[in-house]
């Protein structure tokens, strides 16, 4: 009588809940359990089509097995020997991974072994035979799996932490780095030690910053303070090489500048955008809103064809880190009001007025 497993089902813990499931004939214990018949001497699955006996002749047993070892035969018509052990065990596991996936701490054995109606020992061995793995590295790869999920589709890293489960960030940082094999923001920009070349310079609306990555422009930032501005920017490529662009990027400095003085005249070098899936939508929109006119959120919201998601655009937009080849400026409250600016309301108005006042113009 070692393995064992006569105590402790999952949702069929007790003789009245085993009964209750012998009575209902339902079908979810069918490999939870076998119930034997003091008066025939035989055994059953809970979902046998034969009559029920009564409940003080009813007992019950883990399995085949068990009910043999006690002194019954099989019965004829539900054949209930024939649950197979491999089965037995795939669904015993099974309920211990969704204990798993639905828990934010790892259970402990006991708690699992209990939910799978193993003995501790047993459930551990059963578990890793089933799986290839342990209950704790289930655990880490499955919540792993889920904030890789989580990454690509949230808004935020903060946010794809509290959908994956974890209730704090702290928590999440430190098992991150393991889980991901790179830091969460380096997982989510594609990291790996990228090289990305920038430089300083001085345009009407103050200091500005420009970065490429190989593939184009990965970030145009506009402040008052340059060593603020370089600091943000090393923050944000922690894990990217920073090399300080030499004699050729300042040409594209020198046309992003111009670029800033003169938008209608376009910007014409590649962009290395990144994203979500979702904040990619909504910058490819914001980039064919034609200099000179602005929109509302919900408008844009409106024309990539999620227009509920008002507040998801609003936040996709201030999370652009290209200023002006992406021109999130040309986004207003629907009463107008000019609402924030990454770089700026100050900025956001003098990009407008120049804008308008070329349009005013007649230029083009
Ligand atoms: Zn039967």
Not at 41 to 60: D, K, L, T, V
Not at 142 to 161: D, G, N, P
Not at 180 to 208: D, H, K, N, V, W
Not at 244 to 261: H, L, N, Q, S
Request: some cysteine; overall charge neutral; hydrophobic content about 40%.
């Amino acid at each position: 009588m070692i393995e064992t497993t006569t105590n402790s089902l999952a949702t069929f813990d007790s003789d009245e809940a085993k009964w209750a499931a012998v009575l209902a004939r339902d079908a979810a214990a069918d490999d939870a359990f076998v119930y034997a018949v003091r008066t025939t001497g035989i055994y059953c699955r809970p979902i046998c089509a034969s009559r029920r006996p009564r409940r003080e002749n009813a007992e019950f047993h883990a399995d085949g097995p068990a009910a043999e070892r006690a002194g019954y035969r099989p019965c004829q018509r539900c054949r209930p020997q024939e649950i197979s052990l491999a089965q037995r065990h795939a669904a015993s596991v099974a309920r211990a991974c969704r204990l798993i996936e639905a828990s934010d701490e790892l259970p402990s054995l006991d708690e699992l072994a209990q939910v799978a109606g193993l003995s501790r020992f047993h459930f551990h061995r059963v578990f890793k035979s089933t799986t290839g793995l342990t209950p704790k590295a289930y655990a880490v790869a499955q919540r792993a799996e889920r904030v890789r999920a989580e990454l690509l589709t949230r808004e935020t890293v903060t946010e794809a932490i509290y959908d994956a489960g974890f209730n704090s960030s702290g928590r999440f940082y430190a098992a991150a780095t393991h889980m991901l094999g790179m830091t969460p923001q380096r997982y989510r920009s594609g990291g790996e030690g990228m090289e990305i070349r920038f430089a300083l310079g001085e345009c009407s609306l103050g200091t500005i910053l420009v970065a490429a990555s190989e593939k184009g422009i990965c970030a145009i930032s506009l402040g008052d303070d340059p060593e603020r501005l370089l600091e943000e920017f090393q923050e944000r490529f922690a894990n990217a090489i920073l090399v300080p662009g030499g004699k050729d990027f300042d040409a594209w400095v020198a046309r992003v500048v111009g670029f800033v003085e003169a938008p209608h005249v376009g910007l014409s070098l590649p962009l290395d955008i990144r994203g979500t899936a979702f904040q990619q939508r909504v910058w490819q929109a914001l980039t064919e809103i034609p200099v000179g006119t602005t929109i509302s959120y919900a408008e844009l919201a409106e024309r990539i064809g999620s227009p509920r998601a008002v507040r998801a655009v609003a936040s996709a937009c201030a999370s652009n880190t290209i200023a002006l080849a992406i021109p999130c400026h040309r986004v207003v409250r629907s009463d107008g009001a000019l609402s924030g600016y990454r770089w700026g309301v100050k900025r956001k108005r003098a990009l407008l007025e120049r804008e308008q006042d070329h349009e005013l113009a007649g230029g083009s």
